[in-house]
């Protein structure tokens, strides 16, 4: 692990929301290897140089020397003159990130498919382009590739140059990935499998909920980091019925996604557009679980998914001793609790019941016994010859039970 120390600008933000900031940033840097030892605050507003004041900056210098850290991390996006400015200011020893930045190398880490790989590629690039005024640590850090060094005016218009039609190549691959998903996709429309899609906040289970309903030697990889999961992974899952949909899992959602990755992981949240059903995974232990609803709820409006029928699903119950919200389902994905009534909700949500009528003379009443477990009475209206019942039940059932019951 790497010391870092993280520099928080403040203008209109409340103490409770600062504090949300600086957690998610630190665990943010937990994912890139940094470890953060202390965290500066300060109000007013930004800075052209350094985002903070001169005055603060010049401490956050002396604390770094002191401490020996090795990363200033920013919490909003520096400017490409920013960046240049403090790494001149914190000298070749010192890593400058923003937020972004981090996020970015986190999705490099663990882009998985060529899908995944290409999209942060392209953000990478598209955050770097404007950067290429000298170059700086930024760009032999975020692993370049595209040349190695040389300022001067002739040099980064070469750069420049190459980094363009590295973009262009980039999309245009980018592009053929996604054809051969649609065609997949339709596929699996024509199949008419139910498509059931996870959404939540990066680590509220939503992978390991995966693995619990999909069953043995299908494990996705799950594990205690933030965006444990890049690439969308779909699996079928059988219900009690006999019934099969594909539950899909997607990338975990974060507050301030950085708007060149929301651009970058289109591809990844379009999935979503096909799905029947979205299960809104909800961290019930997590401190900030109003904020992280509030964030995935707005990205979801966002990409005009608000419409979209949603199951919440209240994880981690294992872990928690609190009140228990009165909607959705509260399980935990880990222990598998509760999960047959998941089970159950995401069946009657992607198969609907009906309604039938049925006239059944009085001899024939007794037939009706044997699908009690299959479907129900809702009303009986008695006649002279018979009575006419109300059943609900699934479509197909009802079918069954005309023809078999009544005969009609
Ligand atoms: N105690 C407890 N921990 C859980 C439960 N479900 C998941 N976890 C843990 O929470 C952490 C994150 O789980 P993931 O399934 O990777 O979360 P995710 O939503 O897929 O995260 P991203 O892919 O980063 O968006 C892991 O350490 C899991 O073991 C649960 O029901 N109870
Ligand atoms: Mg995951």
Not at 222 to 245: K, W
Not at 324 to 352: C, M, T, W, Y
Request: hydrophobic share 40%; with cysteine; charged share 30%.
């Amino acid at each position: 692990m790497e010391k870092g120390v993280i520099c928080y600008l403040a203008q209109e933000e409340e103490e409770e929301e600062i504090e949300y900031d600086l957690q998610e940033l630190k665990e943010l840097l937990r994912n890139v290897d940094i470890e953060t030892v202390a965290t500066v605050v300060q109000r007013r507003l930004p800075d052209p140089h350094y985002l903070l004041g001169p005055g603060k900056i010049t401490e956050v210098k002396e604390l770094v020397e002191r401490e020996k850290i090795q990363a200033v991390v920013f919490n909003r996006e520096l400017s490409p003159r920013q960046v240049q400015a403090l790494e001149d200011f914190f000298g070749p020893e010192v890593a400058v990130w923003d937020r972004t930045q981090v996020i970015l190398e986190i999705f490099r880490r663990r882009a998985q498919s060529r899908e995944g790989k290409i999209q942060v590629e392209l953000a990478r690039l598209t955050y770097l382009y404007p950067r290429l005024y000298g170059l700086g640590g930024t760009l032999s850090r975020l692993g370049g590739g595209v040349g190695t060094r040389g300022p001067g005016e002739t040099k980064l218009e070469v750069l420049r140059r190459a980094l363009r039609r590295r973009i262009t190549e980039l999309r245009r691959e980018l592009e053929e990935v996604r054809a051969s998903r649609d065609l997949l996709r339709r596929h699996r429309q024509r199949s008419g499998i139910p498509v059931v899609s996870l959404v939540g906040y990066t680590n509220a289970g939503k992978s390991t909920l995966l693995n619990a309903l999909a069953g043995e030697g299908k494990e996705v990889l799950a594990e205690d980091r933030l965006f444990a999961t890049l690439d969308p992974v779909s699996r079928r899952v059988i219900l009690p019925s006999g019934r099969v949909f594909l539950l899909t899992d997607t990338v975990g959602f974060i507050k301030d996604l950085p708007p060149k990755l929301k651009e970058a992981f289109k591809a990844t949240l379009e999935e979503l557009e096909t799905a029947d059903l979205l299960l809104h995974v909800i961290d019930l232990t997590s401190p900030y679980l109003d904020e992280q609803q509030r964030a995935v709820e707005s990205l979801l409006e966002e990409l005009g998914l608000a419409e979209k029928p949603i199951l919440k699903v209240y994880n981690k119950v294992d872990r928690y001793t609190g009140i228990l919200p009165a909607d959705g389902v509260v399980i935990s994905a880990l222990k598998k609790i509760n999960l047959d009534q998941l089970l159950h909700q995401i069946e009657a949500r992607l198969f609907p019941e009906e309604e039938m009528e049925l006239f059944l003379p009085f001899t024939s009443l007794g037939k009706l016994e044997k699908w009690r477990e299959r479907v129900r009475v809702v009303a009986e209206e008695y006649g002279s010859e018979g009575v006419k019942v109300t059943v609900r039940g699934r479509p197909e059932d009802l079918a069954r039970l005309r023809v078999q019951v009544a005969g009609q």
